[in-house]
């Protein structure tokens, strides 16, 4: 286990005319995350992702919980979780006015790393970062940029690394990139702490995830066994009476969910349960507009453990 | 925890090296000063320039320790915002290294401008006792490292840029007024010259008259060293503090 984390609170105090506002960003949550995983924090904006990863990379001090992170304890020895720590942030840390191999090579120093250019040269290697690695910061493009971010959370080769949202605000070439290289960490045995608020990608990269609604752990396991939880298959429907076809359809399904005029019919056998649906509606006399039947992601884990769609909140946030 | 702090001096004085513009304009106010208000100060007091510049230039160089903790300052809320000082911030780096090492490099580059304000003026005529110029680079240093820990602690305890311009604009021109810098306090009615005691800057400003004119001995110089000394030592803990609230 190289994190193991149980009932980790945070709750934020802000102070201002109008009075103290607290918020409750984080509110027991629980990980155990194996040697050598992959492992996803997946949720809305505001969930508490970050706060979590902050935590548990010793930024912020927990309000209550304790956690092992790669072997010692967060609260009595952060000095020690830091040395086993790669820890890339959502803003990168980059800077502008340096070389990416400048930086890395500090980085590698801070960490004393023994042979701290021939490390950086390694890990802009493995980066494919040697030809950008002595132009200054601010003419790297947003894909390059994150790259070198990783890097300077890798030079020291910490066995546990923290990608805080790795991919926002990548165009899919360079997310599809990224992806690859954080499966390779994998290989080389690196156990990786991500967190997202991208379906796709909690399903594409992890080994295991949690999925996070309001500071609260909602669901974890394979992305696999969550969706199976759910069903095999979604049929969306939409219809002028979803309510009367929802009760239609019960029969046939796991479960059955309406939004508006929209009706998602859970199933385990799609194509072979398809005709059987067609039929029940067409002797209501229910009048179809579009139908649709695809594999559960999980977007349908979500919807089933918060009654909300990721894609929702997320465009809302 | 001292390896730690000369690794962060050195990277950071390679930076601010590789591109000097930002230090030299640090020292343009001082040295505009110098080149337009000296010279109307001197007409005024009816004494050549070569004469007056013994008593105003040491004034230009705490304008310049001054306003470089503006400077600094955004710097820091730069790294803040770019996630630079959070990276820093999950290693094994000890934290007040983390601002040690970049107050240090405000102290030695405050170093090196004062260098070339005190060539400017040497230039413009300036008479000038050499040891006293000497214990003045130090004097401004330390008055940097003070005004370093001001822009640090309000960059990382406000962090906010509007906020500490405010405040920066607030405080910028009673306190450079008040230290006498620009006119020397001897001008000030007496109310003034007892506010100006309490004006930190006040006290460089007099000792440093006094170590160019060559009055080593004058007791205003051990006054500003211990006065800048206990500042220094106070806003510089307060920044590595603020440091800590932000980053465990």
Known sequence: MIIDAHGLRKTFTTRSRKGTQTVEAVRGVDLEVGKGEIFGVLGPNGAGKTTTIRMLATLITPD???????????????GAVRRNLGYVSQAGGVEESTTPRAQIIMAAKIHSVPDPAGATADVLARFDLTEIA????????????????IALGLVHSPPLLFLDEPTTGLDPQNRANLWDRIRQLRELGTSVLLSTHYLDEADALCDRLVIVDHGLVVAEGTPGALKREVADDVVTLRLDEPDRAAETLKPYARETRVDDDVLRVYVDDGEHTLPTLLRA?????????????????????????TGRSLRDTGAAA | MIRHTLLFLVYELRNTFRNPIWPLFGIVQPVVYLLLFGPLVAGAAGQPISAQLTSFAPGMLVITALFGAIGVGYGMLYELRSGVLERIAVSPAWRPSIV????????????????????????????ASLPGLAIM??????????????GYGLALSLRDENGMAQIMQFFALPVMLLSGALLPMTLAPEWMRKVAVFNPMYHPVVAGRALFAGNLTDVSIPIAFAVMLVLATLTVTWSVRSLRRIAG
């Open chain 1, 64 to 78: 209550a919980g304790t956690a092992t992170v790669a072997g010692h304890d967060l609260l009595k020895a952060p």
């Open chain 1, 134 to 149: 002595d132009r200054p910061g601010r003419t790297l493009s947003g894909g390059q940029k994150r790259r070198v971010a």
């Open chain 1, 281 to 305: 509606l067409e002797e209501q006399r229910l009048a179809l507009s579009s139908i649709a039947l695809d594999r559960a992601t999980l977007d349908d884990v979500f919807l089933a453990k």
């Open chain 2, 100 to 127: 040690l090492g970049r107050t240090l490099r405000d102290g030695v580059v405050l170093m090196l401008q004062s260098v070339v304000v005190i060539v400017i003026a040497l230039v413009m005529g300036m008479r």
């Open chain 2, 137 to 150: 680079v130090v004097l401004i240093a330390v008055t940097g490292l003070f005004s370093s820990g001001i």
